[in-house]
């Protein structure tokens, strides 16, 4: 097996006042949102349906079953999941129940992950 060096400073604190600086800033932030979205984005499926609703704006549960190849019961969860979460919302008309993003900045964030992850993978390919 092969060993790793660890690439790690030989001393405690260099930037001693760009670490307090950053240890302050991290006290007064809240980051429950941001690991909310993250379990969000933990699942293929989620991705998928949170790809087609930031293409399509607006996706009935049947529709979004297809694109990620499940039943219409566990796409129904995934979106159920996602909307207790507050990252999509839902009207019913009729029979049919259409999802959306909850709002444009979430679609803008989806968007920015997939440029990213995409040119992430061109560096290292």
């Known amino acids: 097996m092969e060993e790793v060096e660890l690439e790690v400073c030989q001393t405690s604190v260099i930037h001693e006042e760009k670490v307090n600086r ?25 991705i998928q349906i949170l790809y087609a609703l930031s293409t399509y704006k607006e996706m009935c549960v049947c529709d979004l079953a297809a694109i990620v190849g499940a ?31 909850a709002n444009e900045e979430i679609s803008a964030a989806i968007q920015s992950l997939l440029k990213v992850t995409e040119e992430v993978q061109h560096i290292f390919s």
Do not use: P, W
Not at 24 to 36: H, N, P, R, Y
Not at 76 to 81: D, E, G
């Open 22 to 46: 950053v240890k302050t800033e991290l006290q007064a932030k809240d980051f429950s949102e941001l690991i909310v979205l993250s379990k969000c984005l933990g699942d293929v499926s989620r």
């Open 71 to 101: 039943s219409m019961a566990t796409t129904s969860h995934h979106l159920r999941f996602l909307k207790k979460n507050k990252i999509t919302k839902s009207y019913k008309d009729g029979k049919m129940v259409y999802y959306s993003l």
